[in-house]
């Protein structure tokens, strides 16, 4: 079985540009989950997703946004890059809505480079 | 925030030696979970334990949990160059959707 896949895999841009981040889960995961890692800390949670909807969020600013599809993939759009959102993004899937009981399946990231 | 905290920063041992790592954090808890990463690579899940439990074992693994010192440790045995990697305690309470990590134990084990 696949695990979590993320594309793409590294991805650069500039200030003041727009990205997508792309998710697929685990096969029967319906919670999908963001996470920033920025170089020697650890991940930061952005957003969670079940069912379509938004069941958390983290201390992000307004430019960054998700959203989950009727297949449980889901996107992370950042507008407006900064020099400081260069971070490897995280995905992680899980059983049902994250209650911390339930593990969370990482994928590899995405590695973003803002210029 | 219910943020784990590794100690040490960073560990470098040799192979076929004992590499034990510490987590503390502040309020109570459901569970603590253990992650491992690989440079620059996504998370793997370890290992899972829960409040109302006081060690846990998974291979070379030993976790044990102390909520009276709200403090956890974890305890690789014999250990290979395949474990260098960062190390991250996540404890996890009901009331919050996500987990959080600290900065990490790096470990670097010397073949």
């Known amino acids: 079985d696949a695990g979590v896949t993320q594309s793409p895999t590294h991805l650069i841009k500039t200030r003041g540009q727009h990205v997508t981040l792309r998710c697929s889960p685990i096969?029967?995961?319906?919670?999908v989950s963001w996470y920033q890692q920025v170089l020697g800390q650890g991940p930061q949670f952005i957003f969670q997703?079940?069912?379509?909807?938004?069941?958390g969020r983290g201390n992000f600013p307004d430019r960054f946004s998700a959203r989950q599809f009727p297949n449980y993939s889901s996107e992370l759009n950042v507008n407006a890059l900064l020099l400081g959102d260069s971070a490897l993004y995280l995905c992680?899937?899980?059983?049902?809505?994250?209650?911390?009981?339930?593990?969370?399946?990482f994928g590899p990231g995405t590695r973003l480079t803002v210029l | 925030s219910q943020q784990g905290e590794e100690d040490p920063q960073a560990l470098s041992i040799q192979e076929g030696e004992n590499a034990t790592m510490n987590c503390s954090y502040k309020t109570s808890i459901n569970n603590l979970q253990w992650y491992r990463q690989n440079s620059g690579r996504g998370l793997v899940h370890l290992i899972l334990i829960r409040s109302n439990e006081r060690e846990k074992h998974s291979g070379r693994l030993r976790v044990t949990l102390d909520t009276s010192k709200k403090s956890s440790s974890l305890l690789i045995t014999a250990s290979r160059a395949a474990d260098t990697a960062s190390y991250f305690c996540a404890p996890a309470d009901t009331g919050r959707r996500a987990l959080t990590f600290g900065s990490g134990t790096r470990l670097q084990v010397q073949p």
């Open positions: 992680a899937s899980s059983l049902t809505q994250v209650k911390l009981t339930d593990t969370q399946y």
């Open positions: 096969s029967g995961h319906k919670s």
């Open positions: 997703y079940y069912e379509k909807e938004e069941r």
